[in-house]
C-alpha cells in the first residue's frame, strides 16, 4: 500500500514536471532578476552594473511623468473594468434568451477579441484620425481631435479596450448563465417573481463569483495595456494616454535604463497583486455569506 502511494505520488509529480519547469523558467526566475536588476544601475548592453539600492524607487515615485502613468493607467482601468464588465453581462443576458440567431450575434461580438491589439490600435487610429473628423465636417459639427485633447484621449482609448475584451468576457458570463438549473427560475416564477426579481435576486446572487472573476481578469490585463497607446498615441498628447507599461517600454528600450524600468515593472506587479488580493478577499467575503 505504501510503495503504491509513493508510485502514484513520483507519477503525478512526473506529470506536473514540465508546468513546473515552464513556471520556473518564465515566471519565477524572470520576476526574481527583474527584482533584483531594479535595485541596480543596470544600463542598455552593459554587462557590468553597480547595487543602489532603493535609489530607483525613489526616482519612480519622484518622477512626475512615471507618477502621471500610474494615474493614467487607473483611470484607463477603472473605465475599461466597470463599463466593459456590464457591456459584457448585459450581452450575455440578451443572448441567454431564446432569440433568432443568437449564435451568428455571438460570433459578431466575440470576433474583436481574436484580433491582435496591435491591429486593432491601428484601425481605430483611423477610425479617430480618419473617419470621425469626415462625419463631423459633412455634417457641419467643427473640428474633433479625439485623440488629441487630454481630456477625451484616455475615453478614447477605453472605448476601444471595451470593444476588443467585451465579446470575451460576455462568453463567460453566458456559460454562468447556462449553468443556472432552470428548475430555480421555474420556481421563482411560481412564486409570482417578475424578469426582472429573477434578474435581481437570483441569477446575478448565483453568477456573483463568476462576476468577480471576470471583474480581476479584466483589471489585470488593462493595467497592462501597451498596444493601444503605443499605436494610437505614442503616449501623448502631452504624456495624457502613457500607460505604466508603456512608460516601462520607453524607459528601458528608449533611454535603455534597465535598473530604472525593472523598478517601474515591480511597482505595477504590487499594484495589481494588491488590487487582486482585495478583490480575492471581497470574493472570499462573499462566498462565505452565500453559505
Not at 457591456?87 to 440567431?101: G, N, Q, T
Not at 458570463?173 to 449553468?179: D, P, R, S
Amino acid at each position: 500500500m505504501k510503495n503504491k502511494k509513493i508510485r502514484d505520488h513520483v507519477f503525478y509529480g512526473v506529470l506536473l514536471l514540465p508546468a513546473i519547469l515552464l513556471f520556473l523558467f518564465f515566471f519565477i526566475i524572470p520576476v526574481v532578476q527583474s527584482m533584483w536588476l531594479s535595485f541596480t544601475d543596470s544600463y542598455g548592453m552593459k554587462t557590468s552594473y553597480q547595487f543602489v539600492g532603493l535609489e530607483n524607487y525613489k526616482e519612480a515615485f519622484g518622477d512626475r511623468s512615471f507618477t502621471k502613468t500610474i494615474s493614467n493607467t487607473i483611470q484607463y482601468a477603472a473605465i475599461t473594468v466597470v463599463l466593459g464588465n456590464l457591456l459584457s453581462l448585459v450581452l450575455a443576458l440578451l443572448l441567454d434568451a431564446k432569440i433568432r440567431c443568437r449564435n451568428l450575434f455571438r460570433t459578431f461580438f466575440f470576433i474583436p477579441n481574436i484580433m491582435s491589439l496591435l491591429v486593432v490600435g491601428y484601425i481605430w487610429s483611423f477610425v479617430y484620425k480618419q473617419v470621425l473628423p469626415d462625419i463631423f465636417a459633412t455634417l457641419n459639427l467643427g473640428k474633433i481631435a479625439v485623440l488629441g485633447n487630454k481630456d477625451t484621449v484616455v475615453w478614447a482609448l477605453a472605448v476601444v479596450g471595451i470593444w476588443n475584451c467585451a465579446g470575451y468576457y460576455m462568453v463567460i458570463y453566458i456559460a454562468a448563465l447556462q449553468g443556472i438549473s432552470e428548475d430555480i427560475v421555474e420556481a421563482a416564477r411560481i412564486d409570482g417573481a417578475s424578469m426582472r426579481q429573477v434578474l435581481r435576486y437570483v441569477k446575478l446572487p448565483l453568477i456573483s463569483p463568476t462576476i468577480l472573476t471576470c471583474v480581476i481578469l479584466s483589471v489585470s490585463s488593462h493595467m497592462k495595456v501597451f498596444e493601444l497607446p503605443y499605436t494610437m498615441t505614442s503616449g501623448g498628447p502631452v504624456g495624457a494616454s502613457s500607460t505604466m507599461v508603456y512608460k516601462i517600454y520607453m524607459t528601458a528600450f528608449n533611454a535603455n535604463r534597465n535598473g530604472y524600468a525593472a523598478a517601474q515593472s515591480i511597482v505595477l506587479f504590487v499594484m495589481i497583486g494588491l488590487i487582486s488580493l482585495v478583490l480575492n478577499d471581497i470574493m472570499g467575503r462573499r462566498e462565505k455569506k452565500l453559505r
